[in-house]
């Protein structure tokens, strides 16, 4: 099939579509008539099916099979929270999802300056795929480079516990809105925590992490989060409750009430004055956090606590990811209480909720979604 339409080499491949936006087919070559070459949908489509790409229910032929790709794009491209309309349901558990009930705007003038120059998003990608999204805050500088402490689960394979993807790129979203290449440089599995270096960004404002910051019973704090698309910082009241026991795998977490999602993973927890309390994780009943003097120690490299952490370089399943700080002397002779203990077979696993619907079928929301797409309610 022909159109009218003159492309030059860089349109072939490119989509030919209506002027409602609806896929016609695919502009093949240019011809000497001035006229474009394009591939028909439905030969595209049956091709599609033919090779496996796209699999037809025997109830439902090739038809069935377009607007079933139609209603699954959108259910793809939905908000990660989303309220359809009148039925109070929503999706949780996405990588991209704000806070629910998002108090940014309430904070401190000078914690919100604080913060906005500390936290950074960073998000890991398989070629163009999205891995994983999360937060990260400045802990160190010098005059050409930074060090970023955030969560594990950036690079880590979900629910394993010796186990991570170096396959993969990382990219950090900066205060200024740019994106950086960033580099894995160690992390700690046990602990799901990990260490992204950049280089070239000289102005960050780096947090302090205090060994002596007591984390108390209800003691008000703060969580905050920032999403990786559009750099959305959000934050997240709550207190500090002391005696509750982390559903997760690792001890040493402690549990606050803040309220976040996905997108807060690896973000600081702070106190009202904007002192660091901890680095936030991610349970949907709780909101589990890593206490500052934990991180600390395992931060403090000239007292030998670098036997904790494996560089992106070591392979090795046997490395600083199967460490634990546990009550005896300090490596180097120093006066911490902690040492280094392999504990066999209680490896942290840090597994995540998939993303789901509440209140809903996936064939609900979907539904929801294309009525939407033309304008009108789902009729009951």
Not at 182 to 192: E, K, P, T, V
């Amino acid at each position: 099939m022909l159109s009218t339409c003159q492309i030059d080499k860089a349109g072939i491949g490119g989509p030919l579509l209506d002027f409602n936006g609806n896929f016609v087919g695919m502009n093949c070559s240019r011809t000497k008539r001035k006229k474009t070459a394009y591939l028909q949908r439905d030969l595209i489509l049956q091709c599609l099916v033919n090779y496996g790409i796209v699999k037809v229910r025997v109830e439902e032929g090739v038809d069935g099979v377009r607007e079933r790709i139609r209603r699954e794009m959108q259910e793809l491209c939905a908000p990660c929270y989303f309220y359809p309309r009148g039925g109070g349901r929503r999706m949780i558990n996405c990588l991209e999802a704000e806070f629910d009930g998002d108090i940014w705007s309430e904070l401190d003038k000078d914690i919100a300056s604080k913060m906005s120059r500390s936290v950074v998003s960073l998000a890991s990608f398989t070629g163009p795929a999205k891995f994983f999204a999360c937060t990260g805050v400045f802990i160190k500088c010098n005059s050409c480079s930074a060090t970023i402490l955030t969560s594990a689960s950036l690079v880590r394979v979900s629910g394993e516990a010796l186990m991570i993807n170096d396959k993969l790129r990382i990219e950090v979203c900066l205060p200024n809105k740019f994106r950086v290449v960033g580099i894995l440089s160690c992390y700690n599995l046990n602990y799901n925590v990990a260490l992204v270096d950049i280089m070239g960004y000289w102005s960050p404002r780096v947090i302090e992490i205090c060994q002596q910051m007591p984390v108390t019973s209800c003691m008000n704090v703060i969580s905050v989060g920032c999403l990786f698309e559009h750099r959305k910082l959000m934050a997240a009241k709550g207190e500090v409750l002391i005696g509750k026991q982390s559903e997760l795998d690792c001890q040493e977490l402690c549990i606050s009430t803040c309220k976040i999602t996905k997108a807060g993973i690896g973000g600081p927890l702070i106190d009202i004055t904007g002192n660091f309390v901890g680095i936030n994780f991610y349970h949907e009943e709780e909101t589990p956090f890593l206490p500052s003097d934990v991180i600390q120690r395992l931060l403090d490299f000239d007292k030998g606590w670098y036997i904790f952490w494996t560089t992106a370089a070591d392979t090795s399943a046997e490395g600083g990811e199967n460490r634990r700080l546990l009550p005896g002397p300090c490596p180097n002779g120093g006066t911490a209480k902690y040492t280094d203990t392999v504990v066999e077979g209680c490896e942290n696993r840090w597994p995540l909720p998939k993303p789901r619907v509440l209140g809903a079928t996936l064939a609900e929301l979907g539904l929801e979604l294309i009525n939407r797409s033309h304008g009108s309610d789902v009729e009951d």
